[in-house]
């Protein structure tokens, strides 16, 4: 799954996880919000409210929900020139 936009992208390096790339992660693999958020040792607040986009959380949260759901099995993509970044399934 990849965001439409190309323009949406982050320097060369890790891809950032976005509100969008979040959702898009725990639904390829279907977890829900409290899934994600026990995985990761953080309140479903937190993952609710970062989705909605009600809230940022701390980079250290960040890190934790990108590594959850690395962990889970997704990859994310970086943007290239027709796409904005992704998730896949690990194979």
């Known amino acids: 799954m990849r ?3 190309p323009r949406d992208r982050d320097p060369p390096g890790k891809t950032e996880l ?3 790339l979040c ?3 725990r639904n390829l693999l ?3 919000q409290l899934d994600l ?3 990761a040792g953080v309140g479903r607040s937190t993952v609710s409210d ?3 986009g009600a809230r940022r ?3 250290a949260n960040l890190t934790v929900l990108r590594d959850s759901l690395e962990a889970a099995g997704v990859t994310f993509i970086e ?3 027709a796409a904005g970044p992704g998730v896949r399934l690990r194979k």
């Open 18 to 20: 976005s509100p969008d």
């Open 23 to 25: 959702r898009a992660a």
């Open 57 to 59: 959380p701390t980079s």
């Open 3 to 5: 965001l439409r936009d």
């Open 79 to 81: 943007a290239d020139e």
């Open 50 to 52: 970062y989705e909605r």
């Open 37 to 39: 958020a026990e995985a």
């Open 30 to 32: 279907d977890l829900s």
